[in-house]
């Protein structure tokens, strides 16, 4: 027998519920909650599509000349030392 | 620089750091990584660049999730690289370079908004949705059909996530960046941040839920497809 919980209660886990950081017996009580509940559902596929995106190591990209102007100011840096 | 030696070796070999062995270290060093840091150390400066070069995107993140300008954060992302580069030789080799060079340009980005906060005693506090107990609530309910990471490919999509990630508070983006980005632990967040582990998970959860709801206009779809107009589902 699963206790019932709130949607509340769903929302203020879904992020540990990723992580696999909760207890099992939660685990089960939410498993049982979303099999019922189409709002929690979608709460969860898109937190987990989220993650998923952001992790993704083509969701970013650096600014145009990031690295022409981090060079140049190395060298500058280092033809500055040189001078010392 | 000064004179230091840096025992290239297979992982798990000791560095070899200002004379001493760094006892009990087990490196965790890639063999290419050592061999760039050897060279560096060793007076081959142009070396660096291929060290760093594959860890930008991730020290521009760090410094871009904590400092909403773009132009302060490629500056904080510049002064951590330079700092990186004097400091060199007092990498231990007990973490990734990678993430000894992420740990230090989050330092100097939190430094730079330190500064920036006493200039100017603000933060963007967001109202997002709150309930009574003050938790967050998901604005939307409806189905999200699964973005692929093809998507990514899309200006769009990317646009909507650097929109939706600057939509975020300086505390939630710090510690989702480093989560979810950058996948440190929630530990090595806590540490990083010097905040409690429990703070992390609180901000980490609001910062989820507000990205999920800022990216939901295109959730029917118009991500993968790339069309520019959303055509939103709501199933009531």
Redesign the interface.
């Known amino acids: 027998m699963v206790i019932e919980i709130s949607c509340?209660d769903v929302?203020?886990e879904?992020?540990?519920y990723?992580?696999g950081?909760i207890t099992p017996q939660l685990r089960a009580r939410m498993r049982e909650h979303f099999k019922g509940c189409?709002?929690c559902t979608?709460?969860l596929?898109?937190?987990r599509?989220?993650?998923?995106?952001?992790?993704?190591?083509?969701?970013?990209?650096?600014?145009a000349g990031?690295?022409d102007?981090?060079?140049q100011?190395?060298d500058r840096?280092?033809s500055k030392d040189d001078q010392l | 620089m000064s004179a230091v030696a840096v025992r290239t070796g297979l992982p798990g070999t000791s560095l070899r750091v200002d004379g001493k062995t760094l006892a009990g270290t087990k490196s965790q060093v890639e063999p290419l990584e050592l061999e760039q840091i050897q060279r560096v150390l060793g007076g081959q400066h142009e070396a660096f660049r291929e060290l760093v070069r594959p860890c930008e995107p991730a020290v521009f993140m760090a410094t871009q999730a904590i400092l909403k300008n773009e132009a302060d954060a490629e500056d904080a992302a510049q002064e951590a690289i330079l700092k990186a580069f004097t400091n060199l030789s007092k990498f231990r080799g007990d973490s990734k370079f990678s993430t000894w060079l992420v740990r230090i340009a989050t330092n100097e980005a939190l430094m730079k908004l330190r500064k920036e906060r006493r200039q100017k005693l603000h933060d963007s506090l967001d109202d997002g949705s709150k309930n009574e107990k003050g938790d967050y609530v998901p604005r939307d309910f409806a189905d999200w059909r699964e973005i692929p990471s093809e998507a990514l490919q899309t200006k769009e999509l990317r646009q909507a996530l650097s929109r939706a990630l600057a939509s975020l508070t300086a505390k939630h983006r710090e510690v989702f960046v480093m989560r979810d980005v950058q996948h440190f632990t929630i530990e090595e967040t806590a540490k990083l941040l010097g905040i409690r582990k429990s703070a992390v998970k609180t901000r980490l959860l609001r910062a989820r839920l507000q990205m999920r709801d800022a990216l939901a206009p295109g959730m029917d779809g118009s991500w993968s497809t790339g069309r520019r107009e959303y055509k939103q589902v709501r199933p009531w």
């Open positions: 509340e929302w203020r879904v992020s540990n990723l992580d950081d189409k709002h979608a709460v596929d898109g937190t599509n989220v993650v998923q995106l952001v992790g993704d190591a083509k969701a970013f990209v650096l600014p990031f690295s102007r981090l060079y100011k190395l840096k280092l």
